[in-house]
């Protein structure tokens, strides 16, 4: 294999918007990207990894799907703090043995997320990575524009707040499930890995709770509401109290009862579904609607006095929610 | 080894510079970084990898050395703009047996670029990578401000412009043979492994020329002057002529002729020198001091009609230079 980085920007550049125009007064082909401020707005900005082995599997997620999901996991940040996404830097490391077709289809799938995300590629770096290591990945900054003194932050929550998600909460981890299980090939289940293979941030529903100010506390949910909840709550320095008969748990359809699969356990831990974590005043709780751009809006429960998170289950006991998401650093 | 996400972020946060204030509005521990405009400013951004077995030796690239070159080398993207230095996030994947000393003194390093440079720490991700790759990876993207409308491109050099480089040639690369032939150790060599370990990016140059708009174009020397130069060329549709006498080489010392290193040689093709490359319109050339803030800056050649770089030599003899600097997808 004997592919010149330009070629490989040409390639990129086909099939991932890139053109200049707007904010991006200068995109690929300079030492870097040349942004402009849209007025009073503040910019948010985030990277994030995605890599062979950690974030993905490469002979179980098709190149596609990676590519949409790279990007798809940085976009969420943004949508976290009710941010517009504008523009992304691919740095790419990349075997010579995948710069073929998986390259092919790692792209297409890229710049469907860009062009449903409305992101342009501002520039980046391609690199073959060590020859001791095979592996691929992908670091994804990605940068938004917020209206100035509206963003989302981690920090605002107060006792009293009403606590609410977008959408089902454990659909990605019941993909993963099937995935893990070996059942992700059976073509009844595809829609079930929809949310496993092709999330999406929750970016309206951020930009709405920005510009109406309704929210005093907000975060995506990436790792799991067991471990999001505690570090929101740690942000805003108070407690937490949800209900599990109140959490839009997914549904596990009878035919997989033999994987032992508990909805709660999904939706209490399972990453990577990419909602948000949001809380409320109580008494603009109200204001929240069912539904969102046909996502659905749960109260789940409150902000309480103090620290930690307790679940409250359906006889009304009360227990400490331990965190058992996703870290690094921990789990492997 | 053990370690959780957050007890390395506040390893990290220890050793490198990363409080609010300022243009940094929210810096680590929410989903993403809050980036405030300086009045009458656009932005300069850019990522860059810094990849073991690719851009460093872990075994002869001592830690601090590692956590410096890693900054410095997208700083240095962000003076060939123009830009003042600001923020810069950091995707670090580190397996477990490297988080001990390995990860103090590489934060080291990164701390004392990071204050040199004058950037803060704004974000990023810290991963374990995946267990078949025990390769150590640094993804930074920087970010800097520049005055609107007078950020250095590398596409405005005109027929009859002339060819300035800052920093002698090829220093970098005589570090490198240094370490290649194993002579790195000797003592008496430390001061010539500077270059190489400890790059200075031309922060205040390219400010200064961006300032005085005073350069039709510029870049930062990464790849070696045979691989730069026709990439300026090439962007400003212009080709550029040299001469062999007028290069500011490296002295190599007669101590290290059995290595047979030819001075020439490394400054036409030697990388990671990150001095400046920039053209000046005919006219406005004896305004260009010929140090600058301790830099010399030398007047290399001049900008032509049609296309590609021709090397002049001593006897007058014109002939194409082929780049021979570094490209990942052709060399490796």
Chains 1, 2 share one sequence.
Not at 71 to 80: F, I, K, P, V, Y
Not at 125 to 147: A, F, N, R, W, Y
Not at 225 to 247: N, Q
Request: charged share 20%; net charge positive; with cysteine.
């Amino acid at each position: 294999m004997n592919i010149t980085e330009e070629t490989l920007i040409q390639r990129i550049r086909r099939r991932v918007p890139s053109s200049e125009g707007g904010v991006l007064r200068l995109g690929i082909g300079d030492d870097a990207a040349l942004v402009r401020t849209p007025p009073g707005a503040d910019w948010v900005v985030t990277s994030d990894p995605f890599i062979e082995d950690v974030h993905f599997l490469a002979d179980t997620h098709a190149p596609d799907v990676v590519g949409y999901k790279a990007l798809a996991r940085a976009t969420s940040d943004l949508a976290a703090m009710g941010a517009q996404p504008q523009l992304f830097l691919l740095n790419l490391t990349i075997p010579a043995s995948r710069t073929g077709r998986w390259l092919e289809g790692m792209l297409t799938g890229m710049g469907r997320a860009a062009r449903k995300f409305r992101l342009r590629l501002a520039g980046g770096d391609t690199s073959q990575g060590p020859k001791s290591s095979p592996t691929i990945s992908l670091h994804v900054t990605v940068l938004g524009s917020v209206e100035r003194g509206r963003e989302l932050r981690r920090t605002g929550a107060q006792p009293g707040d009403a606590v609410f998600v977008s959408g089902p909460l454990g659909a990605a981890q019941l993909g993963l499930e099937l995935i893990l299980h070996g059942r992700h090939r059976e073509t009844r289940w595809k829609k079930l890995l929809a949310p496993q293979f092709h999330p999406v941030p929750a970016i309206l529903l951020g930009q709405w709770l920005a510009h109406q100010r309704i929210a005093s506390a907000a975060m995506d949910l990436s790792d799991g509401l067991s471990s999001d909840l505690p570090r929101l709550c740690k942000a805003s320095a108070v407690g937490a109290r949800i209900y599990a008969e109140k959490l839009p748990c997914v549904v596990v359809p009878r035919e997989l009862r033999p994987l032992k699969l508990d909805a709660l356990t999904l939706a209490l831990h399972g990453g990577e579904d990419y909602g948000l974590l949001f809380t409320v005043p109580a008494r603009s709780a109200p204001r929240i609607p069912n539904t969102f751009h046909g996502t659905t809006l749960t109260h789940i429960g409150e902000i309480v006095r103090g620290r930690g998170v307790s679940l409250v289950d359906a006889r009304g006991k009360i227990s400490p929610l331990k965190p058992r998401g996703w870290d690094h650093f921990r789990t492997r």
